[in-house]
């Protein structure tokens, strides 16, 4: 089965969060960064924190240039599969919405409800 043809979910991306076995989503692509994870510049810890999950805040929070993002095709193995989420993610009412109809861009917006 080749994962390129298919959209991979989070629970299947979130099946590969070992260092023997390391994807990260970044920008709506998934990537099988295991070979990669000893050789990554910034440390094999910071690929780590994002293995199995969407990394797209922490890969744009790095600075990587276009560059960047044109060698880690070789390691591409899917698209995410369609979704939209909005969820709470904090008591002080920090809403994170994330859509892949496009190549995925997260927001993080705080809002303010007047909640007790």
Not at 7 to 36: C, M, N, P, R
Not at 38 to 59: K, M, N, Q, R, V
Not at 62 to 86: C, F, I, P
Not at 89 to 114: A, K, W
Request: glycine share 8%; with cysteine.
């Amino acid at each position: 089965m080749s994962q390129l043809s298919e959209g991979i979910t989070l629970g299947q991306l979130a099946e590969h969060k070992t260092l023997q076995s390391l994807w990260i989503a970044v920008h709506g692509y998934v990537y099988d960064l295991t070979t990669f994870s000893s050789d990554h510049p910034g440390g094999i810890e910071a690929l780590e924190s994002c293995a199995g999950i969407d990394g797209t805040e922490s890969y744009d929070y790095a600075g990587h240039s276009d560059s960047n993002m044109e060698k880690m095709q070789q390691y591409r193995v899917g698209r995410l599969a369609e979704r939209t989420v909005l969820s709470i993610t904090s008591p002080q009412h920090r809403i994170s919405l994330i859509s892949n109809s496009e190549p995925l861009r997260s927001r993080t917006l705080d809002m303010h409800f007047g909640w007790a």
